[in-house]
């Protein structure tokens, strides 16, 4: 049987890399830092990374990696269980109670992953009686999670307040309803208008679900999300976010939400119910992150600093950045293979980088999204603006 499905697999792997869409896979021989060690494919050796979620640096941060090793010492390699059977240590808990602590949120619950903590919200709060309703440009966690639910789907155009406001509308006979959104669009670097959505939902009864994965940690005046931003924190119901990306960079997800949902998911959440629990090494390193982020804004700095630099040299250099003050500065190339090429030539030059194309992004929307990081130095910025240059002349652009 399997023969006829390989050449059906072929063929559909064939049309990918014709198209230009095949993702290569690099190998990196170093720890995750500002600068990596590349083993093989296009110029193995060191460069300089500019496509990581290492926001604050904190990847192979030394005290961070400290944390780590005494707590394989302390706690153990894993819990071999799920949490309800004998897979929750104190370190758990201590790390459940501060993420609540740090979010403004009456509890928290630890998930494997964030992918995993937006596929197990809807199916347990909602039934066919209820409504989500979705931003357009949600991160496929919250897609494939809403599609386990039996609740009806609404979704309006991206940050587009008119349309979020006739889905509220369009939904008024729902028991329920939740309106759910990226805090920060990772394709794009887009902000949600959190403070425009709780009104919303103020005046249309509605609750509101924030998955802040590329922000906690570094935007807000201290750090703690897009809810902080706009001043919204104890007007969000739940917040979904990540370990694995500002805050260390490792894996692990979490849902901090009003005490009651954060009960119910403790019960009927199939991730958490049916998933080991988060590596003990993880939380213990995670509370050590909390500590470094909660005694010092330096790192966020730094970070917003390589940030407007980037962008500012970039746009001088007359690239087609899209507008914001995030981090993730998306340069827009349009077509898919040349988004390829140009971060192929990037990497020849020292810096490396991936182009985005479909199913990723739209079609006719590649590009090579740049994500800075407070690891990163100013010369390494300055370096990484002149290799875009160097690489579109090589380009012929």
Known sequence: MFDNVRDDLAATLDEIRE???????RVIGSPQSAAVTVTGGGRPGEVLNFCANNYLGLADHPAVVAAAKEALDRWGYGMASVRFICGTQDVHKQLEERLSQFLGQEDTVLYSSCFDANGGVFETLLDDRDAVISDALNHASIIDGIRLSKARRHRYANRDMADLEAQLKASQDARRRLIVTDGVFSMDGYIAPLREICDLADRYDAMVM???SHAVGFVGPTGRGTPELHGVTDRVDIITGTLGKALGGASGGYVAARREVVALLRQRSRPY???NSLAPVIAAAS?????LLERSADLRERLAANTKLFRSRMTDAGFDVLPGEHAI???MVGDAAKAGRLAELLLERGVYVIGFSYPVVPHGQAR???QLS????????????AAFVDARDALGE
């Open 374 to 385: 407070a690891a990163h130095s100013t010369a390494d910025v300055e370096r990484a603006v």
């Open 287 to 291: 509370l050590t992150v909390l500590d």
């Open 273 to 275: 119910l049916f998933s």
């Open 329 to 331: 500065a998306p340069v």
């Open 210 to 212: 924030v998955d802040d």
């Open 19 to 25: 198209a230009g869409l095949f993702k290569p896979e």
């Open 368 to 370: 090579i999204r740049v």
